[in-house]
Nanobody, 126 residues
Framework: VQVVESGGGLVQPGGSLKLSCAAS????????IGWFRQAPGKEREGVSC????????YYADSVKGRFTISRDNAKNLVYLQMNSLKPLDTAVYYC????????????????????WGQGTQVTVSS
């Protein structure tokens, strides 16, 4: 079982990035997936998650209207489209598999997320 993030990089404020989370070793269509981020000196923050039952999505207030999570079960991929990026979005972004239910509820609680990627760095700076 593995999840691997990609797509991070350096972008100017107001720019966009699209992160990918590649899943392997398990049927993605049976699992909710979450995106988290952690900035230096700060605790890990829940950014977004997407359920596997009906594709219901959740977003942190800080990213609502700017980030969009989506999934392509056929390709075993979950995406995080990030628009209107701000310096405060700078962090290492992680995706993780939610093991407790096919529905996720968002928030910062990492309980129930059993497999995590190594993270991808997103830096928003001019």
């Amino acid at each position: 079982v593995q999840v691997v993030e990609s797509g991070g990089g350096l972008v100017q404020p107001g720019g966009s990035l699209k992160l990918s989370c590649a899943a392997s070793g398990f049927p993605l269509n049976y699992y909710a997936i979450g995106w988290f981020r952690q900035a230096p000196g700060k605790e890990r923050e829940g950014v977004s998650c997407i359920s596997s039952v009906d594709g219901t999505t959740y977003y942190a207030d800080s990213v609502k209207g700017r980030f969009t999570i989506s999934r392509d079960n056929a390709k075993n991929l979950v995406y995080l489209q990030m628009n209107s990026l701000k310096p405060l979005d700078t962090a290492v972004y992680y995706c993780a598999r939610y093991a407790l239910s096919r529905r996720c509820s968002g928030g910062n609680d990492t309980n129930g997320y059993d497999y995590w990627g190594q993270g991808t760095q997103v830096t928003v700076s001019s």
